[in-house]
């Protein structure tokens, strides 16, 4: 993955700033924080998220596409006090847990495809207002929100899925129940038919 170092003084001067897109973007490491207090989007594309935890006070929706996640994404997460919309997708593996704990959260999007071989192990989504979910991938979610509206789970947006053995398939049948069964107060839940065969 290409990418072009952002200059630190890019973001300190734009304290007005609403909407940030960064596609192919190295953020310079040397920031102790990044404070950028009227953002309400930030889209992020093949880039690498810094390990320091950013001060978003604004933020509202965040889309990570491709991105090079830190360790300490739990930390990044919980300092994300406003966001409402929330959309990670990756093909690279991921062995952290993760701890969702924005307390605005309505909207959540994961997506993976199969030929990531290490799935996130266990995802606790710790947001009241959840009320719509949806997964591409096998994960462990944890999630006690009563009143979820709208889960949709799907193993793969791709075509992948017809071209792996019986074997392959079977692979997932242990990840597919546990996954289920944390979501069973949902009101609407929407499978799609990879997961009935890998059933």
């Known amino acids: 993955m290409s990418s072009y170092n952002l200059s630190e003084y890019c973001l300190i001067w734009l304290p007005n700033l609403t909407t940030l897109c960064l596609d192919g973007i190295r953020l310079p490491e040397s920031l102790s ?26 933020l509202l929706s965040l889309e990570l ?3 090079d996640l830190p360790a300490n994404m739990n930390d990044f997460f919980s300092a994300l006090v406003s966001v409402r919309d929330i959309t990670i997708s990756f093909s ?13 959260l309505v909207h959540l999007q994961i997506c993976t495809n199969f030929s ?18 949806s997964l591409v991938g096998i994960f ?12 949709s ?8 899925f017809n071209d792996a053995t019986l074997d392959e398939k079977g692979l997932h049948y242990d990840f ?5 069964s944390e979501l069973g107060n949902a009101r609407t839940l929407t499978l799609d038919s990879a997961m009935i065969e890998v059933n």
């Open 153 to 160: 789970v799907k193993l793969w947006d791709t075509n992948e």
């Open 92 to 104: 690279g593996s991921c062995k952290h847990n993760w701890i969702i704990s924005c307390p605005q």
């Open 33 to 58: 924080s990044i404070s950028v207090p009227c953002l309400t989007t930030l889209i992020m594309k093949r880039a690498k998220l810094p390990e320091n935890v950013w001060d978003l006070p604004a």
């Open 65 to 67: 596409d491709e991105v």
């Open 176 to 180: 597919v129940i546990p996954m289920l």
């Open 140 to 151: 462990m979610v944890r999630s006690k929100v009563h009143e979820l509206e709208n889960v």
């Open 116 to 133: 990531c071989i290490c799935w996130i192990h266990e995802i606790a989504v710790l947001s009241n207002k959840l009320r719509e979910l």
